[in-house]
Antibody
Framework: QITLRESGPTSVQPTQTLTLTCSFS??????????VGWIRQTPGKALEWLAL???????RYRPSLKTRLAITKDTSKNEVVLTMTNMDPVDTATYYC????????????WGQGTLVTVSS | QSVLTQPPSASGTPGQRVTVSCSGG????????VNWYRQLPGTAPKLLIY???RRPSGVPDRFSGSKSGTSASLAISGLQSEDEADYYC???????????FGGGTKVTVL
């Protein structure tokens, strides 16, 4: 059974860097085709894909946020970390990580999500 | 930024068939598989349909998907009260080199 869980701060101040960790079980990020992605959902409910990392360390980023994002994996710990720099109040959202597989399934299992509020 | 277009709302009475549309372009729906997600209040999205019309284990066959050109549709037959939720389409976009989502459709059971 695949499970994912997001962890990190519930609030950050503007201009700070956000670091979120996705801890997962039930799959290996060394298996060919496997990936983990980050998606956020604003209070207005829009879903926005942020980043993806694959088993071979291929990384993809949302172009409009590429300069602010970094995604890394630690296969020994079964963790994927997302950092986002220069946080702004518009970045207030629920952040999800999700299991992905190259091909026709984008994100099949999602974590419960973590709400991050950006405010001074 | 590429985006998929969905109607903000759809509704039906119990037992009816409801469809949700998702309009895109050649670089996303026109070239790649479409996934559909359902989100109940306070929960994470759940995969409903992938590869146009395949259902993960546990998803009832009341849910079906279709695609024509650069548009896709989700159909819910035999509408039930528990189908009241937000529904999102998603696809890989070759221009973005990433995933795009639709704006979501709130389905209401009257």
């Amino acid at each position: 059974q695949i499970t994912l869980r997001e962890s990190g701060p519930t609030s950050v101040q503007p201009t700070q860097t956000l670091t979120l960790t996705c801890s997962f079980s039930g799959f290996s990020l060394t298996r060919s085709g496997v990936g983990v992605g980050w998606i956020r959902q604003t209070p207005g409910k829009a879903l926005e894909w942020l980043a993806l990392i694959y088993w071979d360390d291929d990384k993809r980023y949302r172009p409009s946020l590429k300069t602010r994002l970094a995604i890394t994996k630690d296969t020994s710990k079964n963790e994927v970390v997302l950092t986002m720099t220069n946080m702004d109040p518009v970045d207030t959202a629920t952040y999800y990580c999700a299991h992905s597989f190259v091909g026709e399934i984008l994100f099949d299992v999602w974590g419960q999500g973590t709400l991050v509020t950006v405010s001074s | 930024q590429s985006v998929l277009t969905q109607p903000p709302s759809a509704s039906g009475t119990p037992g009816q068939r409801v469809t949700v549309s998702c309009s895109g372009g050649r670089s996303n729906i026109g070239s790649n598989a479409v996934n559909w997600y359902r989100q109940l209040p306070g929960t994470a999205p759940k995969l409903l349909i992938y590869s146009i019309n395949r259902r993960p284990s546990g998803v009832p066959d009341r849910f079906s998907g279709s695609k024509s050109g650069t548009s896709a549709s989700l159909a819910i037959s035999g509408l039930q009260s528990e189908d009241e939720a937000d529904y999102y389409c998603a696809a890989w976009d070759d221009s973005l080199n990433g995933v795009i989502f639709g704006g979501g459709t709130k389905v209401t059971v009257l």
